[in-house]
């Protein structure tokens, strides 16, 4: 059932996107490589050979991404600040000049519109330098990304007020290092994400303790990092076994990051026993799960004054008894997932609909992590075709979403501030090149110029962020999904069957 009411008077509302999905411009200025740059540019690793080469552009469109930023209403826009654009070698002693003129401009322009910056400091874009010196299995990269956030902090915090560390810090240990999908495809899934992992929270707590101690008191903003959250429902609500399947794929999946830095500064309990027992049974000497010193735990614990997640699925887990060989994070969560074959399916496998899943997510994180402020930082979904200008998928995901945000907020007491749609516009989509598309704005990559076009979706999240509110029946007009029952009546009988429809404020 759809729920209508009113978000919180300074309720943020905004559009996402990241460095390398937009920008392009990938050598221009002096800028350095990335590894995202490299692996695009090997002939294979990407549908369709697409590269980020060009992108959306956006390197050259300051003004004119300002200008659909106002033409929406949105309150802040989140990005990312590609590292190699502002250090081509990774490294402070190379300071590239015309990337941070890039940011002035695009900061500036922002705060001149009233809309606040939302920046990710690393968006998976690693400089190429630093791969080369072993990439984020190398505990050198912990000073190094200490040091360029302390640059972005001194440079831009005096405008910039809320920071976000890692973009997916799961997705950079899992793909980068275990799975090895991304780059740097270090195929290593029983170990090399641990050891990732463990460097990412320690570089994450260092860079926040910076923040904290020499820009806190002068700029006033906040730091977080931003895990990627699938909600997942046990297969059988009344088998136990199920319930702790769906926690443990939680803790698995979240707490590896957001327990260390919501609770005590380590590892979740039930991460800590499965690996180490599973290790034990591998014959290993000690436990592929890296260990805190009580020094560390005590650095890292508290170490973010919001909550930021990003989320696009659900899933269905059930509990499992996985093979021991070869070792893996996937094998020792011991669960198995699957989709509900009913729910929506999007361009991006195993990514659907299920807005009531965004509900429970975040009564779950209020649960386990006492209630922190919360934002959404990304949210939405990816369709394939060229051009959807028409996109009512996309108007029926966004509304559907949002309410069950609006639910949580209003109806459990969730601590929510803030929520994202992703993307500002279509984007290069990592491995799937320009194939899915994600944006409120359609993208014609064909064009040189590359145009922006609003979609419908653009139209209705603009309403939305008008309103602060979802409508009430009265105020909306129904769409019918069927081009078969779009006669007015069918549409209204079928509105009020909850089915087949969605509505827009009039
Ligand atoms: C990433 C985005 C990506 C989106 C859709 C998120 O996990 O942060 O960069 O475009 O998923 O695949």
Known sequence: ???????????????????????????????????????????????????????????????????????????????????????????????????????????????????????????????????????????????????????????????????????????????????????????????????????????????????????????????????????????????????????????????????????????????????????????????????FTAEEREYIRGTADVFCFNTYTSKIVTHATTRLRPFSYVYDQEVLTKVDSSWPSSAITDHRAVAWGLRRLLNWIKEEYGNPPIYIIENGVGIKTKSDIDDNTRIFYYKTYVDEALKAYKLDGVNLRGYNAWSFMDTFEWLNGYDPRFGLHQVDFDNPNRPRTPKRSAVYYAEIIRNNETKSDDQTTCVCFHAHLSSQRNCFSLWSAKKHSFCITK
């Open 1 to 291: 059932m759809y729920f209508y009411g009113t978000f919180p008077e300074d309720f943020t509302w905004g559009v996402s996107s990241s460095a390398y999905q937009v920008e392009g411009g990938w050598d221009a200025d002096g800028k350095g490589p990335s590894i995202w740059d490299n692996f695009t540019h090997v002939p294979g690793n990407i549908k369709n050979n697409d590269t980020g080469d060009i992108a959306c552009d956006s390197y050259n469109k300051v003004e004119e991404d300002i200008y659909l930023l106002r033409a929406l209403g949105v309150k802040n826009y989140a990005f990312s600040l590609s590292w190699s654009r502002i250090f081509p070698s990774g490294r402070n002693n190379s300071i590239n000049s015309h990337g941070v003129d890039y940011y002035n401009r695009l900061i500036d322009g922002l705060v001149a519109n009233n809309i606040t910056p939302i920046v990710t400091l690393y968006h998976w874009d690693l400089p190429q330098a630093l791969q080369d010196i072993g990439g984020w299995e190398s505990s050198a990269l912990i000073d190094l990304f200490d040091s360029f956030a302390d640059f972005c902090f001194q440079t831009f915090g005096d405008r910039v007020k809320f920071w976000i560390t890692f973009n997916e810090p799961q997705v950079i240990a899992w793909f980068g290092y275990g799975a090895g999908t991304f780059p740097p495809n270090v195929n290593d899934p029983g170990s090399a994400p641990y050891r990732v992992a463990h460097i990412l929270l320690k570089a994450h707590a260092r860079v926040y303790h910076t923040y904290d101690d020499k820009y806190r008191a002068s700029q006033g903003g906040v730091i977080a990092l931003c895990p990627n959250i699938d909600w997942v429902e046990p297969k059988t609500p009344s088998d136990p076994r199920d319930i702790e399947a769906a926690d443990r794929y939680l803790q698995f999946l979240v707490g590896w990051f957001t327990h260390p830095i919501f609770k005590n500064g380590d590892y979740p309990d039930v991460m800590k026993w499965k690996v180490g027992n599973r290790s034990e049974l591998q014959n290993l000497p000690s436990s592929r799960l890296p260990v």
